[in-house]
Every structure is written in C-alpha cells, then in structure tokens.
C-alpha cells in the first residue's frame, strides 16, 4: 500500500477532478451535498488531503454514486481493494538491529538453542515472562 502523503495526494486528485468535472455538468456544490448526505467541509478536505484516517468507505461511495462515478477509481486512488477495504499494510520499518534478530529467529540454519537464547535475553530487556505479560515485580 502506498504511504498516507501519497493516497493523500491521489484521492485529493481524484476528488478534484470529480468536483471540476461536476462543475461543468452544472452541478451544483449543494446538489452534491443533498445527493451524497454530506456536507461539502468533507468533500474539501478529501480534496485538500486534509484528513489523517482513511475516509469512511460509505462516505467515499455516496460522494461516487452522488457525481456517478465508478467508487473503484476512488477506491484505487486511496489504494483500497475492490471490496472498499484498505489494501494490505506494508511491513513495518524496522531498525537495521531488529530486522537481524527478526531474520536469525526466522533462519532454519540458526539452532533451537540458539533462538531460545535470543528469545530469553528480549524477554529480559521488555520484562516479559515468556506469554506476553510483564514478569512478576515488573511495573
């Protein structure tokens, strides 16, 4: 999936274009409002890419169905699958130090032991007792 700032930018295009195209079918910015049950703050911000959580996929599709436009350009401006449903998350970014201890647990050439011994020391240095839950005494 694509950074926020980039699905900002493509949906705040799509919006844009939706809006101009809109304009000079003559219609209007209330006709939008009335037609999609929004008002036109939510429409501008989309546009601007003002917003920090993804727009509600009932809103995205009232704005489409509003100005008669297939949702799945909408959809594929803000990177969402064809269901409306955000696309698969990209893997965090990790420091360069736990990307090695990710990839020697994942390794099938690095022993049980090994592993274990890693798997030890992390739970001292996080205060875990091994299923998730902070060691006796550990505040």
């Known amino acids: 999936m694509a950074s926020l700032e980039a699905r900002r930018a493509a949906f705040g295009r799509f919006v844009r274009r939706a809006l101009e195209d809109a304009k000079d079918r003559r219609i209007s910015i209330k006709e939008i409002e009335r037609r999609a049950g929004m008002g036109s703050t939510t429409f501008y911000r989309w ?19 509003a100005l008669d436009i297939p949702t799945r350009a909408a959809y594929r401006a803000l990177g969402w699958g064809a269901d409306g449903k955000p696309a698969d998350q990209p893997d965090a970014v990790f420091d360069p130090e736990l990307r090695a201890i990710q990839r020697k647990l994942m390794d099938p050439n690095v022993s049980d032991t090994a592993k274990e011994s890693i798997r030890n020391m992390l739970r001292l240095i996080i205060g875990s007792n091994g299923n998730g839950r902070r060691a006796a005494g550990q505040d």
Do not use: I, L, Y
């Open 47 to 65: 546009r601007d890419g003002d917003w920090t959580k993804d727009p509600r996929p009932t809103q995205v599709d009232a704005f489409c169905e």
